[in-house]
């Protein structure tokens, strides 16, 4: 048997790991019962549909054969992007505020697809940055750091 779909099965197993570790995490609260719900009992059933999930979509990769059997290549330099993206992001927010994590963010990200543009990517922060002031700050009053604290009003 060849197997064809290296995405899919890596997915899968990622699906499963994952929901495990989150329906292990639950696991430290009380679940309680259908009827009267514990802090875990929302967190284990999520992990557990994860984890079913991952489970089916690694069985649907493994029995699905092909004739060819090279495998896709990874696109490293896009997941190391995507990832970089997000761990500045997180970075940035504290210190540098939304104004500029967020453009930050989506311009990195956005370098990891072969089609890049400066113009989408401006605009795109441009609209997301918008979007995140009016829900997170005006409508549910989070406080989130709109600019770098030594230029904040």
Request: aromatic letters at 8%; a positive charge.
């Amino acid at each position: 048997m060849n197997v064809s779909d290296k995405k899919n099965i890596l997915t899968g197993v990622f699906f499963i790991g994952f929901g495990a570790a989150v329906a292990f995490g639950a696991t430290h609260y009380a679940i309680g019962s259908a009827a009267r719900m514990g802090p875990g009992y929302f967190p284990l059933g999520l992990g557990l549909a994860l984890a079913l999930t991952g489970v089916c979509v690694l069985a649907s990769a493994l029995l699905r054969t092909t004739a060819r059997s090279q495998l896709e290549q990874w696109p490293v330099r896009s997941v190391v992007l995507i990832l970089l993206s997000v761990v500045l992001f997180g970075l940035l927010i504290e210190r540098a505020g939304l104004v500029i994590a967020l453009p930050v963010l989506i311009v990195v990200s956005s370098l990891a697809h072969s089609a890049f543009s400066w113009r989408s990517a401006l605009l795109s922060s441009a609209a997301l940055l918008a979007l995140s002031w009016i829900i997170f700050i005006v409508i549910l009053g989070l406080q989130v750091p709109l600019l770098p604290p030594d230029l904040s009003l």
